[in-house]
Nanobody
Framework: VQLQASGGGLVQAGGSLRVSCAAS????????VAWFRQTPGKERVFVAG????????FYADSAKGRFTISRDAAENMVYLQMNSLKPEDTADYYC????????????????????WGQGTLVTVSS
């Protein structure tokens, strides 16, 4: 599986941005896809995840109520809609695929993920 993230950019605080992740290769029903973010010198942090089979969604506390993850299974696309952005949301955003056991929860651990795309930088100005 190869992943290509796009859609990052500069946005003012309070604004919105949608980042996209295009997956090439087969995404099987037991897979989960997630967005992580990372700032310089820090570890990658889970933002949101979605199960491929039924679209069940999971969010970090920092994302709840502001971000929405979605997927288009027909197009092999995953999106992260980010609203009410804050300067602390500034980071490189990465999409990743977890080849998980069926019915396992979506993991928030970066080390559980098997495939990664390159980052797309989101900068939120105050």
């Amino acid at each position: 599986v190869q992943l290509q993230a796009s859609g990052g950019g500069l946005v003012q605080a309070g604004g919105s941005l949608r980042v996209s992740c295009a997956a090439s290769g087969q995404i099987y029903s037991n897979y989960a896809v997630a967005w992580f973010r990372q700032t310089p010198g820090k570890e990658r942090v889970f933002v949101a995840g979605i199960t491929w089979r039924n679209g069940r969604r999971f969010y970090a506390d920092s994302a709840k109520g502001r971000f929405t993850i979605s997927r288009d299974a027909a197009e092999n696309m995953v999106y992260l809609q980010m609203n009410s952005l804050k300067p602390e949301d500034t980071a490189d955003y990465y999409c990743a695929v977890h080849v998980r056991e069926r019915a396992a929860p979506v993991s928030a651990l970066a080390t559980d993920y098997d495939y990664w795309g390159q980052g797309t930088l989101v900068t939120v100005s105050s």
